[in-house]
């Protein structure tokens, strides 16, 4: 074979190494740059969307809404307008108490005492204490002007021992807003349920608990999953956190996935019971359940937005993370080494082939195969866990196609050149 008419193989592999190389390096400033994230995030939500499986939720897991028509029924007929009496809150629990459920987590906090008197407030937590099993929410922030300064002494019966998490760079409060005190002393425990959203706006992550000064306070979810685990803990080693100590939420589904019951058609069985009367949900729909009680009304301002469903109730974000604690199926990131791999396999690879390939039918057939190669990865990875971050990688694979292609053609274009110099001198 003439030098002159094709550039020897040897050659070409070395300039496909020598572009690998370069395609590697631009890679990996896109990756840790931050250049792919939001790309990266909306590739994670259409997985979930094609992958998700909503039979996979916990059916033990429901919902009590006040949602817009509890909110109508109460105002139509009591004349009862929002906040209601917190005599409505303590018949639910004491329905689901009679019900026999496995834990009740209400979404409220409570840090102000009740318009209608200090009688509601200890109607409520006496039907607090009597339960036993009920979780409310502090909310922590970073905004220190925002929530009142809380002693100390307040906050560490909720807070974590060292070993109870792995050790992550968990995000720090400044300011924290806690239940009155006769609502902490009555409940069974505590966990923060404010959390920041991605930078896009979605709830994707969760932290599993922030610092409170030299305090770790956990989040909702993990509170309720510890305290329903057999051993009453979870293991710390299994958790797969990022750096961040975030939780990756596996939606299971939309909102609406987890039962949920109107908050009215509760209470209203709850007073029927009271009457003699054959009630419109029967307690026995609770045994054993794990029920969260929160808002799904647009006024109430708990709707956020999650990759599956453009507004959900924020209590429905709580119950996928707690599935996920519960049933171990969570989402693990993709560790350093593995990202780092990966780019740099495919870098090589279509550096490389599209290098040593000399038909242009064939190159474009084999940029087909490689840019269906990370979303295959990726199916994969989401089946078995993993959270397989693909547009770094696509990224890569289009990248070294065209500088490899316009190598090539620039490579050739020379040597037709010198060839065509070469015979017109004869």
């Not at 987890?258 to 009367?277: P, T």
Request: with cysteine; charged share 20%.
């Amino acid at each position: 074979m003439s030098k002159g008419r094709k550039s020897r193989p040897r050659q070409r592999a070395i300039r496909g190494l020598l572009l690998g190389g370069i395609v590697i390096l631009v890679g990996l400033a896109s990756q840790y740059s931050g250049f792919l994230q939001t790309l990266e995030w909306k590739s994670w939500d259409l997985r979930l969307k094609w992958l998700a499986q909503p039979e996979k939720a916990d059916p033990n897991i429901v919902l009590i809404l006040i949602d817009q028509y509890s909110l109508d029924i109460f105002e139509k007929h009591q004349g009862l307008g929002w906040p209601w009496p917190r005599q409505l809150q303590a018949a639910l629990i004491d329905y689901l108490h009679q019900g026999g459920a496995r834990a009740i987590f209400l979404d409220f906090i409570f840090s102000e005492g009740s318009a209608y008197g200090v009688a509601d407030d200890q109607y409520l937590a006496q039907a607090i204490e009597k339960a036993g099993n009920v979780f409310l929410p502090i909310a922590l922030s970073s905004k220190e002007d925002f929530y009142q300064e809380i002693p100390l002494e307040a906050l560490k019966r909720l807070s974590l021992s060292s070993n109870e998490l792995p050790p992550r760079a968990y995000p720090r409060a400044q300011g924290v807003s806690l239940p009155l005190p006769l609502f902490l002393e009555a409940c069974r425990g505590a966990g923060n349920v404010f959390f920041k959203p991605d930078e896009d706006g979605l709830f994707r992550r969760l932290p599993l608990a922030f610092y409170y000064q030299e305090l770790l306070l956990p989040a909702l979810p993990l509170r309720l999953a510890q305290y329903l685990s057999p051993s009453g803990k979870l293991s710390e080693k299994s958790l797969p956190l990022d750096e961040q100590g975030r939780l990756i939420i596996n939606y299971h589904g939309p909102a609406g996935t987890y039962r949920s019951y109107s908050a009215a058609a509760v209470i209203n069985s709850w007073a029927q019971i009271q009457e003699g009367q054959e009630p419109q949900v029967s307690p026995a729909e609770f045994k054993d359940k794990i029920v969260l009680i929160g808002a799904s009304a647009p006024g109430l301002l708990d709707l956020r937005p999650t990759p599956l469903s453009p507004v959900a109730p924020g209590v429905e974000i709580h119950a996928a993370a707690l599935d996920n604690l519960l049933h171990q199926d969570w989402v693990r990131p993709q560790s350093k080494i593995m990202i780092i791999f990966l780019l740099i396999f495919f870098s090589l690879l279509v550096s490389l082939l599209i290098s040593l390939l000399t038909r242009v039918w064939l190159q474009g057939l084999s940029l087909l195969v490689l840019l269906a190669l990370p979303p295959g990865v990726a199916w994969l990875g989401f089946s078995l866990g993993f959270w397989v971050e693909v547009v770094v990688l696509e990224e890569v694979i289009v990248l070294g196609f065209i500088l490899a292609s316009l190598l090539n053609y620039a490579f050739e274009g020379r040597q037709r050149r010198f060839i065509r110099s070469v015979f017109s001198h004869y």
